[in-house]
């Protein structure tokens, strides 16, 4: 079982390296989706070294919690999680959409124990994620089910198939998280096509819903603590992020969404993020 | 040729039943043996049969309503947590209207999904061209890691479940609402990707799947009379298609027709084309639905007149006769 860590100042740390790692990843790719991996970088941090009971060096342990990632795009933040906490070697990381790697463009469940589903196609994840809980549930198991999506996928009527699902069979043991960042393709979600009151909408379709802000590290894990406690519905954290977070010439920018940073922008970013690393070692534990 | 145990008399069916009645009968039969099967449904479990495996094990069975997409994420999601997951709907809905979650959530993680459509085809008659699933086999063959399979009769389709269930990967089975003559038996054998050959001949080659195979079998005997000798194969698995047999009934015939209620672009004409073009370039003629939509009427109606009835599969081999080189 992974040890967890319950301490925010060393979440804050795990939670800069990531960026660090998917900024690097990028560049060395050459190709990929900044904005909304950067955001998350605070939300993958919390999961995969405080919320989720899972065993990095045996992925397959059938009692572990399932991370259902929806919009596979963001996918390096994914792949920086699952490398920090000791599923893959962190060098394999640059190795990011290569030919060869095990780390595809957008994740492929037979690539490495730990990626839970493909993804790509936008829509698809939380009926995965209803499909597993509803197992958990019947089979009276204690693992949960994480799913981990975007707000601009919410456009896909598929979403709305399997929250109608998920409240019919009251599953309290699915968490999914929607990465509120307010940007996709074509622009601000708003106006591409208006998502809000996004909050209201999963609470007439029977849903918990909390809304958090997704870099507040603590605030976000009691968010999933209360999704726990409350067992008759499933619940949704919307986690406000700003896309590119902590990058000070890619916060907001819908620009970032999928082009990345160049070797100067790079070095640029990982200079700010490093200093951002000092002022947290100075933090009190 | 090997012994294929068909009724004694082709010609006199003792039963006419529905090939989804085979399916949910596999469904049923299996689910008792095996904890692990679940069945996911699209509000037509009625329809398709697995209102029997509901019934049964109403603990492993998930009703989403009428949602196609969200079935295929849901059959993946159970599937991946060690489940063999069957879903069921008619096949113009699914594979129809699920194509991309079959490809990804299903396909691509290698899923282990059994994917039922029923209603396939031309047969299912009154309700038009909407609901007539013609291009079923083009949009599931063409996907890696798939199988797809359209069984001839109840039988067949009761052991191409089993074996689907048997089998660990995603597996499409297409079938019939038309109850149609039950010609096969428990003797005759079924493997994936092994074409069974029921009618031996030196003259043409009839392929098809399906509610075709007896219709062309009941062809093959009037074409003898009028001293045409012909092969009929029943290839029940699409995808991998079976090379070989296709191979070498092109050799001992010289002529290949190939029959379906599917369009000519992309269903099982299209597979054993792609065979011969290949391995052994063969006259050919591939009869199925000519690109267009059709329209309401009864389901043996249309058969004949889109000329996939017996007497319609006859007058196309004849015509393809003057192609024999």
Redesign the interface.
Known sequence: MFKKINNVKQLKLKANEIRQDVVRMLNAAGSGHPAGAIGLADVYAALYFNVLYHDPKNPCWPERDRIVLSNGHVCPVLYSALANTGYFPKDELLTLRKLGSRLQGHPHKGAMPGIENSSGPLGHGLSIAVGMAIVSKRERKKWRVYCLMSDGELDEGQCWEAAMLAAKHRLGNLTAVIDRNNIQIDGHTEEVMPLEPLADKFKSFGWNVINVDGHNIKKFIDACEESKAVYERPTVIIAHTVPGKAISFMEFLTEWHGKPPNDEQAADAIKELEKQREMIEEEDE | MKEMHLIENILEPAEKKASREGVGNALVEEGEKNENI?A?SADVAESTRVQKFNEKFP??F?Q??V?E??M????????????I?VMSAYAVFSPGRNW??IR??IC???SNVKMHGSHSGLNVGPDGASHQALEDIAITRVLPNMIVISPADRIEANKAMKAALAHNGPVYIRTSREKTPTFTTDKTPFEIGKANVYRDGKDVTIIAHGLQVYQSLLAAEELAKEGIDAAVIDCHTIKPIDKETIIEYAKKTGLVVTAEEHQVNGGLGSAVAEVLAERYPTPIKIHGIYDRFCESGGGWELLKKYKLDATGIKEIVKEAMGMKK
């Open positions: 679940w996911v603990k492993r998930v989403v309503g949602a997409q969200n295929a994420g849901v059959a993946a999601g159970i599937s991946s947590v060690g489940k997951a991309d979650q990804v959530s691509y993680n290698n």
